[in-house]
């Protein structure tokens, strides 16, 4: 997870709009992904976007990414406590290999 | 349709005794992932079998770490002689291996907790 930086804790107010914000270094990574881990449970794979985009919304989640600057994040609108989780940052350096970052604890407080 | 799934989801061990994990991927997938999530290094990639294709091993920390697919279905990781920095909780992930976007979902199964005490 060296080469993927997050912050690594973000408290949003319930209803507010949470964003999270990642930086990558591998340019030649074809996906970009976010992942979502809740307490005990496995990650599960919330959205990813295409190198030569730089905005995907799929419901309540918006992903931007800048490709000049390496910089990737992702907007919950509507926070809910349900959203409260651990959000990773995933490059694909060599096709197929996820790369993470530390992940971003989010703690939504009503 | 079914998920990926481990087994088991907890496994105690004591330091020095082998331990096999065990991993079902999605019907259909025949790209398998192994990862490792620890407090120390973050979630690290180990191994990865693509359909029949030799395994990208490159991940894998030493050689007590082997891991085998049978069938190109179930796949299991085998540590041996167990130490305390392998405790850890091992994630296995699988994908389609398809043109398209579809071979870059990768969904990952609950992974088990392996503690070396």
């Known amino acids: 997870g060296e080469d993927v930086e997050q912050s690594l804790f973000l408290s949003v107010r319930e209803g507010d709009s949470s964003v999270i914000n990642c930086t990558y270094t591998d340019s030649s990574s074809t996906y970009l992904y976010w992942y979502k881990q809740e307490p005990g449970a496995g990650l599960q794979l919330l959205t990813y976007?295409?190198?030569?985009?730089d905005m995907k919304q799929d419901q309540r989640l918006t992903v931007l990414l800048n490709k000049k600057d390496k910089h990737l994040s992702l907007r919950i609108a509507d926070t809910q406590t349900g959203d409260s989780a651990i959000y990773f940052c995933a490059e694909t350096p060599n096709d197929y290999k996820l790369s993470f970052g530390a992940g971003t604890t989010v703690t939504v407080r009503a | 349709g079914a998920g990926v799934s481990q087994s088991p989801s907890n496994k105690v061990t004591e330091k020095g005794k082998d331990v096999e994990l065990r991993c079902d991927p999605i019907?259909?997938?025949?790209?398998l992932y192994w990862y490792r999530q620890s407090l120390g290094q973050g979630l690290e990639f180990l191994i990865y079998f693509q359909g029949n294709s030799a395994p990208d091993k490159s991940g894998l920390p030493s050689d007590r770490f082997s891991a085998e697919r049978t069938g190109g279905s179930v796949s299991t990781l085998t540590i041996q002689r167990t130490q305390q920095e392998d405790s850890a909780v091992y994630l296995c992930?699988?994908?389609?291996?398809?043109?398209?976007?579809?071979?870059?979902?990768?969904?990952f199964g609950p992974g088990t907790r392996l503690t070396v005490t």
């Open positions: 976007i295409f190198s030569n985009m």
């Open positions: 992930a699988s994908s389609y291996l398809t043109s398209g976007s579809r071979r870059y979902e990768q969904y």
């Open positions: 019907s259909g997938h025949t790209a």
